[in-house]
């Protein structure tokens, strides 16, 4: 009932730039927590960024190289991600939850189909 779609992954040079975008659609009523995910080859998803509420956390390997940008009134959230390392390759995922419209409360717990970044050295 929710879909993320993502884009702007790609190949890139170490110490380059990409900037990933993920727009929400569906029966959407509210979003709480929005942001991203990632996961580096043959190992486990980890977080990125992530907002809610106004609070924004950021994994600890990204902080002051990436940048998340939402915008509640497009249900868009962006991933500005500089200085980029080849540890930052992975696939990286979307993520938003929140509440759908209905009838009663029913929620949504919803991931992107995934953006591949490759940094190569």
């Known amino acids: 009932q929710v879909q993320l779609v993502e884009s702007g992954g790609g190949l890139v040079q170490a110490g380059g730039s990409l900037r990933l975008s993920c727009a929400a659609s569906g029966s959407i009523s509210s979003i709480n927590r929005m942001g991203w995910y990632r996961q580096p080859p043959g190992k486990e998803r980890e977080l990125v960024a992530i907002?809610?509420?106004?609070?924004?956390h950021y994994g600890d390997s990204v902080k002051g190289r990436f940048t998340i940008f939402r915008d509640n009134s497009k249900n868009t959230v962006d991933l500005q991600m500089n200085s980029l390392k080849p540890e930052d390759t992975a696939v990286y995922y979307c993520?938003?939850?929140?509440?759908?419209?209905?009838?009663?409360?029913?929620?949504?717990?919803?991931w992107g189909q995934g953006t591949q970044v490759t940094v190569s050295s």
């Open positions: 907002t809610n509420g106004g609070i924004t």
């Open positions: 993520y938003a939850n929140g509440e759908l419209i209905s009838w009663g409360p029913q929620r949504f717990d919803s």
